[in-house]
């Protein structure tokens, strides 16, 4: 079965700083989606970045890119001049097909903190 | 804007009452899904639905069931609520990949 593991519970960094939230999964499969979602506290999940596994350049988005390392599948998200409205619970997320039907497995989460 | 709507953002029960957590979207999204959002543990999947009257088991089903009848909702049911489902409850919807989540519903079981 697929997994996908955060490393790190928790993070901090300062404002205006470079941040770097890892992620890693386990799969035998050749075509698959990963995602970031971002949790601000008491507001709803929200996606931040994705990347298709099919495509090598880097997803970006803003102050928001990944490293995406298909062979030792990894997929870290990088936050560049942090701000304070960064501060979150961070999901790395997988997309699966099993069987014909698709769902998403999550990683337990990294709650970064920004630091004023 | 895509809205997920949960019906309640707090919720307060008693062990053995049957719970409804609604979910409405306003996307004619086909595909709805209820997680379960534990810390330490992520988000993990209930039931997910690709379709009116259409349902699937996810990771975690017992105990849960849902029921969909119209394609703007999506509802998950605790038959007998017990205090081991404490928790907070997840709805979304999706459309080319891309999961839109409601506030969530925070359901204590006393």
């Known amino acids: 079965a697929q997994t996908v593991t955060q490393s790190q519970p928790e993070m901090s960094v300062q404002e205006a700083e470079t941040v770097t939230l890892s992620c890693t999964y386990d799969t035998s499969e050749s075509d698959y989606y990963l995602f970031w979602y971002k949790q601000p506290p008491s507001r709803q999940m929200i996606l931040v970045i994705r990347?298709?596994?099919?495509?090598?350049q880097n997803a970006t988005e803003n102050r928001f890119s990944v490293n995406f390392q298909k062979a030792a599948k990894s997929f870290s998200l990088k936050i560049s001049d942090s701000q304070l409205g960064d501060a979150a619970m961070y999901f790395c997320a997988y997309r699966s097909w099993q069987g014909g039907s698709e769902k998403l497995v999550f990683g337990k989460g990294t709650k970064l903190t920004v630091n004023p | 804007d895509v809205k997920v709507t949960q019906s309640s953002r707090y919720l307060v029960k008693r062990t053995g009452e049957k719970v409804f957590l609604e979910c409405v979207q306003d996307?004619?999204?086909?595909?709805m899904f209820w997680y379960r959002q534990d810390p330490g543990l992520g988000l993990r999947l209930i039931y997910f639905s690709y379709d009116v009257k259409m349902k699937e088991k996810g990771d975690i089903p017992e105990g849960y069931s849902v029921s969909r009848e119209k394609k703007e909702r999506f509802s998950l049911i605790l038959e007998s609520a017990s205090t081991n489902q404490t928790s907070m409850y997840l709805c979304?919807?999706?459309?080319?990949?891309?999961?839109?989540f409601g506030e969530g519903s925070r359901l204590t079981v006393l």
């Open positions: 979304a919807s999706r459309i080319s990949g891309e999961l839109f």
């Open positions: 990347q298709e596994a099919y495509k090598q």
């Open positions: 996307m004619d999204h086909e595909n």
